[in-house]
């Protein structure tokens, strides 16, 4: 609860802070056809969401001796993360180049020892599963970072489901990471929510992402067995999972590059299109986050059978809705503006 406090009123202070030297800096997102804005907004969000997890974490997680280390760790990997958004926000890196720092980013976090650990497998698939992990996981919630609100929104959830499960299970310092994401996401979103007067950018979306992909590696059950729990971070992120598959295919089907191609293509401009207004269609998927987090809760405790019960339904529905939004009539004119060669498409 300090944790989220610290962090919540960190970013509530620090927020209109680097709004204002966004300003001054000519740090702004200009409005274009693929964006749904209409006059310039400054883009240093992610530094005052930075700042108030980081801090936070800092605060509270040095009574921890013990874990010391791993944390300065995750706290040098997620400043890389945050400064390559930021960088990425300045003067818009081509998508390969982000993604081979992102690599080496996570490649560094797995050789401090934040990393995937399943012991009957050879370390080499360790990291592969590491690295997919964390990249997949950045790169969905920076998807995600599409409309006022929704990726905040959607990260501090996630984040409150992590935070609960941590403490159920005994784990304060992973439980002090989630509970200062979650402070500084829900204090960025007081700015952000529509209408928004700050981004966040990559620099925060890319951050989130590591951080969110970080707390789920560190989540511990010793209460069940890996065969289940394995699912619980999966069912947490599943709303940027859907939402970044959704795109991939509907983009792979139009023969356009998912990276380099920009558009009006995710979940929630296709709840816009049919009617929703933008405040609506965030609430929406604010609300299937915390649907698919009680989910994960669930599965934490459940035996074998009951887990891939619930896992089996989740992939089923999922595969429904892409159904009914990309293959059906209504994903056929989804408003698309393609860009190749376009670095940051979201």
Known sequence: MLAFLVALASALIVTPIVRGVARRAGFVDKP????????????????????????????????????????????????????LGLWDDRVSLSAPIKLIFQFLIVAGLYVAGVRIHLGWLPDWVNFALTVIWCLTICNAVNFLDNMDGLCAGISGICAAFFAIIAAMNGQIVVSILAASLLGGCAGFLFYNRKPASIFMGDAGSLFLGLMLAVVGIKMRFPGNLNIVTWMVPVLILAVPLFDTSLVFVSRLRRRVNPFTTAGKDHMSHRLVEQGMTQLEAVLVLCLASCFVGLLAIFTMQANKAEGYQVGIAVVCIGMWILWKHEWRKVGASVSVQDQAGTSGAK
């Open 32 to 83: 274009s056809s693929r964006k749904l804005h209409s006059v310039p907004i400054p883009l240093l969000g992610g530094v005052a969401i930075y700042a108030a997890v980081i801090g936070s974490v800092i605060i509270l997680g040095r009574h921890h001796d013990h874990h010391l280390s791993e944390l300065l760790s995750i706290i040098l990997g997620t400043t890389l993360m945050a400064s």
